[in-house]
């Protein structure tokens, strides 16, 4: 198994082909790379009720457990997303940009890499 979510940090549509030629050259026969492409259309289709106070489906479930860390977007854009993220235990905020994968990009991008069996 290969986690391959660093594809959501990737701009340019060569870097992100390189990289997934990269980890099907390095699977094993019969391993598996687990993408999460995680909600960017959702985003993208709904970026101005978002973007307003308490627009956002954040459960905190999944990505940053519990309620002491939060994150939301604060940019949305075809493009890129920017993401803040405040921890109320430390004070601190972070933000980070990400690539906002349209419906059936990544699925394309991974057949142009090579790859055969894609679910």
Request: charged letters at 30%; a positive charge; one cysteine or more.
């Amino acid at each position: 198994m290969c986690l391959g979510n660093s594809l959501t940090y990737l701009f340019d549509k060569s870097d992100k082909i390189k990289t997934l030629k990269n980890f099907l050259h390095i699977l094993k026969k019969g391993g598996i790379l687990i993408i999460d492409q995680r909600n960017y259309q959702y985003m993208l289709d709904n970026r101005k009720e978002i973007l307003k106070k308490g627009e956002y489906r954040y459960s905190g479930k999944y990505v940053y457990c519990g309620d002491k860390v939060q994150g939301k977007p604060i940019e949305i854009s075809e493009n890129e997303i920017k993401f803040e993220i405040k921890d109320s235990r430390t004070g601190n905020n972070f933000i980070f940009t990400l690539y906002p994968f349209k419906k059936d990009e990544l699925l394309n991008l991974l057949k142009e890499a090579g790859f055969k069996q894609i679910s």
